[in-house]
């Protein structure tokens, strides 16, 4: 299964948010992924359930460094 990237900027006043859903992987890898993003662009964000959120417009760069993980990126 593909996971998504995009951007995000609704119920957050305007400011654009990047969005990464459908990882199917345990809580423990999402958190070390989530970690290697924000580092990699340089930006905050948080992670729940099956999603990461990175602030800012990040998807481009977010979603070259996936493919170089392994990710399958829709």
């Given at each position: 299964?593909a996971?998504?990237?995009?951007?995000?900027?609704?119920?957050?006043?305007?400011?654009?948010?990047?969005?990464?859903?459908?990882?199917?992987?345990?809580?423990?890898?999402?958190?070390?992924?989530?970690?290697?993003?924000?580092?990699?662009?340089?930006?905050?964000?948080?992670?729940?359930?099956?999603?990461?959120?990175?602030?800012?417009?990040?998807?481009?760069?977010?979603?070259?460094?996936?493919?170089?993980?392994?990710?399958?990126?829709?």
């Amino acid at each position: 299964m593909a996971v998504q990237v995009k951007l995000d900027r609704s119920g957050r006043r305007g400011k654009e948010v990047t969005m990464i859903t459908n990882i199917q992987h345990n809580p423990q890898v999402i958190e070390e992924l989530e970690s290697k993003l924000k580092q990699h662009c340089g930006a905050g964000g948080t992670s729940y359930a099956k999603t990461i959120e990175i602030q800012g417009n990040q998807v481009e760069k977010i979603k070259k460094f996936l493919k170089k993980e392994g990710f399958d990126v829709k």
